[in-house]
């Protein structure tokens, strides 16, 4: 099913320090998930992916962690900056990339 | 990345009138390609699914009549929103994959089309 929203969750920050959003998916047999980055007007760009055999895998200055227990997932970026402000979108899906189910998605916005 | 290119990336029409939205993977074989529909501040809801040379997949509550999807070439696929509405006004978004291909199965995203409907 899709999930949608009126208000998107927001997460403000500071310049330089951590952030970490999460993301609680909804099927239990969903088995690849990719973490979005959208910025305004634009369409999604990937930013990590993992897959069920894995709890953590890290990219630059970004890493994602699941937890298949209570069906969790979270992004963590260091050192956030300016340009990370965008709406991120967490997507699962069954079969390794058959029809993504895209999560509510929650707004990230930098402080100076 | 894979680029997947989406034409054009915004259009306003007359209500009654049909709307064509093109969906073009670049650089690579695009066995599949979703649809996606996108209100303002909320989440990517998928529309249909549609495969190379077959019909495409609608979930359910899309109509089929009036969002037809054309995937005729591996590498281009359309969407054609028949007798558009005002409620039709909204972001679509195509993604792209090549599933079993080099790219494994990430999918690349066009950059979006805002369709306004007056």
């Known amino acids: 099913g899709e999930s949608v929203g009126l208000h998107l969750p927001t997460l403000s920050v500071q310049e330089g320090d951590n952030s970490i959003i999460n993301c609680a998916y909804s099927n239990s047999a969903s088995d690849y998930f990719i973490w979005y980055k959208q910025e305004s007007g634009k369409g999604p760009q990937f930013i990590i992916d993992?897959?069920?055999?894995?709890d953590k895998r890290q990219g630059q200055r970004v890493t994602v962690l699941l937890n298949k227990t209570v069906k969790h997932l979270s992004l963590q970026i260091a050192a956030t900056q300016p340009g990370d402000s965008a709406v991120y979108f967490c997507?699962?899906?069954?079969?390794?990339?058959?029809?993504?189910?895209f999560g509510p998605g929650t707004r990230l916005s930098v402080l100076p | 990345g894979a680029v997947v290119s989406q034409h054009p990336s915004w259009v306003i029409c007359k209500s009654g009138t049909s709307v064509k939205i093109e969906c073009r993977s670049l650089?690579?074989?695009?066995?599949?390609m979703f649809w996606y529909r996108q209100f303002p501040k909320q989440s990517l809801m998928l529309m249909a699914t549609?495969?190379?040379?077959?019909?495409?997949?609608?979930e359910q509550g899309v109509e089929k009549d009036k969002f037809l999807i054309n995937h005729a070439s591996l590498t281009l696929s359309t969407l054609t929103v028949t007798s558009a509405h005002p409620e039709d006004s909204s972001f679509y978004i195509c993604?792209?994959?090549?599933?079993?291909?080099?790219?494994?199965?990430?999918?690349?995203f066009g950059q979006g089309t805002r369709l306004t409907v007056v």
């Open positions: 993604s792209a994959s090549d599933y079993g291909g080099s790219l494994n199965t990430e999918a690349f």
């Open positions: 549609s495969n190379e040379g077959s019909k495409a997949t609608y």
């Open positions: 993992i897959r069920s055999n894995m």
């Open positions: 650089d690579f074989q695009a066995t599949t």
């Open positions: 997507a699962e899906s069954r079969n390794y990339g058959q029809n993504f189910v």
